[in-house]
């Protein structure tokens, strides 16, 4: 019996990304994951195997993400937000940076006068703020399928295009675009765990308009603990 019911639950449809999880790593820089995540972190290597970039996050059972570590080497840039009630505080000062609506999504970045658009599946579908609209658009499962940035007469476009088979849901292209016209590509493939989420992921990113075409390549990283 035991066998059997394996085997029904390896024939059951991979889990769609929460609203949370896809709108987060929209607008937060990480790849999402699905499942009962508790904790995760994502670690961006370069061709040395140096750290470029890491992300950490804690979530509670219900996908509400409680706490978001961010660095970035090439940035030099270190950030904690902490959930407080409807609010992300910075972890240090406790100061108020984004207010949430509903469970745990973002509605706005006061200081900033930023406001997020939600659509009725409570995924965030849009960014603007005086001088800046950002688009995003998602596929049936939740995966985030690109955004359109405009900025004065500037316009960035990042597609993404997923492979056929939806348990590998990180295994993609991304073509980038600017002002109508193309300047990168990169390729993305992944192993996978039982929960059909990576544990390693290769890219190697292409950039079209460099002559000779450039290529770079990272390696990504993923701790995953669940409920």
């Not at 937000?81 to 505080?89: E, G, P, R, S, T």
């Amino acid at each position: 019996m035991a066998i059997l019911l394996a085997g029904c639950d390896d024939n059951q449809p991979p889990k769609a990304l929460t609203p949370e999880m896809a709108s987060f790593s929209n607008e937060f820089d990480f790849d999402p994951v699905r499942g009962p995540v508790k904790k995760l972190t994502e670690t961006l290597l370069n061709e040395d195997g140096k750290v470029e970039r890491r992300f950490h996050a804690t979530l509670s059972q219900e996908g509400c993400f409680n706490t978001m570590d961010m660095h970035d080497v090439s940035r030099n840039t270190d950030s904690s937000l902490l959930l407080d009630a409807n609010y992300y505080v910075n972890a240090i000062t406790q100061e108020k940076l984004i207010r949430l609506q509903g469970k745990c999504q973002l509605e706005s970045i006061p200081a900033a006068g930023v406001t997020y658009q939600t659509n009725d599946n409570d995924f965030v579908t849009g960014v603007s703020s005086k001088d800046l609209h950002i688009t995003y658009r998602y596929a049936a499962n939740g995966f985030p399928l690109g955004r359109v940035t405009r900025r004065g007469d500037q316009t960035l476009e990042i597609r993404n295009i997923p492979v056929k088979d939806t348990r590998k849901l990180l295994d993609y292209q991304t073509q980038t675009w600017v002002n109508g016209k193309q300047v990168s590509q990169t390729v993305q493939t992944c192993d996978y765990d039982r929960h059909d989420n990576p544990t390693t992921c290769e890219i190697e990113s292409n950039s079209v308009t460099a002559q000779p075409e450039t290529q770079t390549r990272y390696t990504v990283k993923y701790e995953i603990e669940y409920y």
